[in-house]
């Protein structure tokens, strides 16, 4: 159980990468932790990691209305109806041309990375409103940008970045905040997944293009930023802030560039 006075956090995918890492960082600086993930083995590791009495544990699906409904109050009832921050992180890798991606892909990617933002959006809402708290949406550069072979990707993410602006807005009338944590390309398991059209890993083809992976924590303490600070959008890497400038600035010169590495196959 949570003290009166003790800041809580609710994490979605706390099973690992960002949300693992995320739940940590909170717990260490004495935050009470709700860990919640799809993946019982995973959720129970990062519990492992984490100080007795300063967290608990929910299964969840974020697709799952009522399994919302359920988390929220069981989080409730082990804080006295305080929610800080919601860290709406769970998300899933889903890639490859768009025409050769399978239905069952597009379903899920679609259905985890923004109709299950905005399930958390709701259900979370009431707890929020108790202490003013705030969300903090996981979205991506790949909101920033349209990138090949991550189209569907793309299209959540920019989701996620638009409902995190008209949030921001629509929930001010509760005195809740609502931002995002937008990182690059990040050293968690989701790089080890395959695009439709290849036998290769993302992981493998960055390391072959020497693009940079960024360590989990950072994204992390990124996301210590964003419950904190006083902006909407907050980037996860040199390497994110340069996209958001040129994505501003020279949209024309970055789609450009991003056609001239497209490889016929």
């Known amino acids: 159980m949570a003290n009166a006075n003790q800041k809580t956090i609710f994490v979605t ?3 690992s990468g960002i949300g693992r890492a995320t739940a940590q960082i909170f717990a260490e600086r004495g935050w009470f932790v709700g860990l919640s993930d ?6 129970e590791e990062t519990a492992a990691m984490l100080p007795d009495g300063q967290r608990i544990s929910v299964a969840l699906d974020t697709r799952d209305r009522a399994a919302w409904a359920r988390a929220i109050e069981t989080f409730g009832q082990a804080t006295g109806r305080r929610m800080d921050v919601l860290f709406n992180n769970a998300g899933v ?41 705030r969300i903090v949406n996981v979205a991506s550069v790949a909101g920033v940008f ?3 072979k991550m189209a569907v990707y793309c299209a959540t993410k920019f989701g996620v970045r638009g409902l995190t602006e008209a949030l921001d807005v629509e929930y001010s009338r509760f005195g809740v905040r609502v931002v995002s944590l937008m990182p690059w390309f990040v050293d968690t398991a989701i790089l080890d997944g395959h695009t439709s059209d290849s036998n290769r890993n993302v992981r493998d083809q960055l390391v072959e293009n020497k693009t940079p992976i960024y360590p989990v924590r950072m994204a992390a303490e990124r996301a210590w930023d964003a419950a904190h600070g006083k902006d909407v959008h907050y980037m996860v890497g040199k390497e994110a ?11 024309n010169a970055m789609r450009n560039s991003i056609k001239k590495t497209l490889v016929d196959d």
Not at 38 to 43: A, D, K, R, S, T
Not at 99 to 122: P, Y
Request: net charge negative; glycine share 16%.
């Open 13 to 15: 995918g706390a099973g």
């Open 38 to 43: 799809i993946n019982p083995q995973g959720l």
């Open 93 to 133: 890798g889903r890639g490859g041309w768009l025409e050769e991606m399978t239905d069952e892909d597009i379903d899920l990617a679609l259905d985890v990375n923004l109709k299950g933002v905005i399930n958390g959006c709701i259900a979370a809402l009431p707890l929020l409103k108790e202490v003013q708290g």
């Open 146 to 148: 349209g990138a090949p």
């Open 241 to 251: 802030e340069r996209a958001r400038f040129a994505a501003r600035f020279f949209p």
